[in-house]
């Protein structure tokens, strides 16, 4: 199995960025899906997640600003960053769980600067 995550770059702040991640191989019935960002110096922190038949969950400091979304039949999630800021700045992670095993996309760097 693995986890492709693409989609980030260079952005000033109060731009935008659509992170994708999409899984291959033997995967089935993904329950959990999500994002994680790791800033230098700090601990990967949970920024978005959805399970299907439930709303949303989202870290504070993004509310508002991100929305997560999946495509279940793609094993697909998205993350669509808008209103970004220089604290944001980091590696973003995606996260699948199926059957209780966590797979980990390779990671998509975020900078926001000016």
């Known amino acids: 199995v693995q986890l492709q995550a693409s989609g980030g770059g260079l952005v000033q702040p109060g731009g ?3 992170l994708s991640c999409v899984a ?3 995967i089935y019935r993904i329950n ?3 994002w994680y960002r790791q800033a230098p110096g700090k601990q990967r922190e949970l920024v978005a997640s959805i399970i ?3 709303n949303p969950n989202y870290a504070d400091s993004v509310k508002g600003r991100f929305t997560i979304s999946r495509d279940s039949a793609k094993n697909t999630v998205h993350l669509q960053m808008n209103s970004l800021k220089p604290e944001g ?3 973003y992670y ?6 209780g095993v966590n797979y980990w996309g390779q990671g998509t760097q975020v ?3 000016s």
């Open 89 to 91: 700045t980091a590696v």
């Open 111 to 113: 900078t926001v600067s």
């Open 16 to 18: 935008s960025l659509r």
């Open 94 to 99: 995606c996260k699948m769980t199926s059957n």
């Open 32 to 34: 959990v899906m999500g």
């Open 24 to 26: 291959s191989g033997s």
């Open 52 to 54: 299907p038949g439930r």
